[in-house]
């Protein structure tokens, strides 16, 4: 009987015919093993073999869920079609949702039975963009020359991965010049875990600084920096009166102190959300909800 090496063949199965003697045993012994071999999770590229198929014509492919344990009954399948020798194969799995951990293995079988590979474990790597304003500005607020401080958002999210990119809207302030401000990030311990580069606040328009790879995990603050401004800057765009109004997630750090915009003596008392979206990678989406948010296309 031939024996296979648990080195290069990882699943073995052996279907036997007959009443089981060992003449019926050489007759009748298939040998199939198939491989998952790698998963690529920045465009969902996976690799498989087929390793041996014996005397048999094995349909072969892959199957993913995100159940931990993906079969053909309970999972997305491809099928690659058939062949009559040991093969590698590959493809690109359509995968759909983003920010979700994904299992697969490749699979190989026919009216014999059905060997999967070992499972292997990605992630999506679609993007969101959270969000709490309604597109309109209702009000506007920058720092005075001469002080270091910042305004900017609390993120309430529930995923963990990485920040790609931040934009942001200023409103128009007729005396502005071209000076330089930054937005920096903090986790939910208010500890800083990056920092854009400078950029000049453009009026009436959309600033978006992208190339970021930053690392966050659950809620954090994206923080529009003024360090010290010899002259004045664009208004940093507020909404005051859109449905996401009411979570008041408007900040300010000013001289040591973090405190809610609408509750401290310079804001207008107002709840409001700032202008400033977060594109995320997420690596991991855990329950729960978020009161805004975009999916975005891989």
């Known amino acids: 009987m031939k024996k296979a090496s648990s080195i290069n063949i990882l699943l073995i199965i052996i279907i036997l015919s007959g009443l089981g003697s060992a003449s019926c045993r050489k007759n009748f012994e298939r040998l ?14 996976v690799k498989g073999e087929v390793i041996d198929v014996g005397t048999d014509s094995p349909d072969y492919g892959f199957c993913y869920s995100r159940d931990p344990n993906p079969t053909l009954g309970n999972s997305q399948v491809v099928n690659l079609g058939a062949t ?17 951990t994904y299992y697969v293995r490749a699979w190989a079988g026919s009216n014999q039975g059905t ?16 969000y709490y304003d309604n597109g309109t500005s209702d009000y506007g607020w920058k720092m005075s020359e001469g002080y270091d401080g910042y305004m900017g958002n609390l993120f309430p999210v529930n995923t963990s991965g ?17 000076e330089m ?16 580069n400078p950029f000049t606040p453009v ?38 009166s859109g449905p996401n109004a009411f979570m008041d997630l408007a900040y300010i750090f000013f001289q040591g102190k973090w405190s809610k915009l609408s509750s401290d003596p310079a804001g207008n008392g107002k709840a409001g959300n700032f202008l400033i979206r977060v594109t995320v990678q997420p690596g991991s989406r855990e329950t729960g909800s978020v009161i805004t948010e975009q999916t975005l296309q891989p």
């Open 162 to 178: 990485r920040i790609k990119s931040v934009k942001v809207y200023f409103n128009p302030y007729s005396g502005a010049g071209s």
């Open 84 to 100: 009559k020798t040991p093969a590698t194969f590959q493809t690109n799995l359509p995968v759909s949702d983003s920010g979700y």
């Open 203 to 240: 009026a009436s328009s959309w600033v978006t600084i992208s190339g970021l790879s930053l690392p966050y995990n659950g809620n954090f603050y994206a923080m529009v920096h003024w360090n010290y401004v010899v002259t004045p800057t664009n208004y940093l765009a507020m909404d005051q």
């Open 32 to 45: 199939l093993a198939v491989k998952t071999s790698s998963v690529d999770t920045a465009s969902f590229l």
């Open 115 to 130: 060997e999967y590979g070992d499972i292997l474990r990605f992630y999506t790597n679609g993007k969101i963009e959270y």
């Open 181 to 196: 401000v930054q937005v920096e990030f903090f986790d939910q311990e208010r500890r800083s875990i990056g920092y854009t």
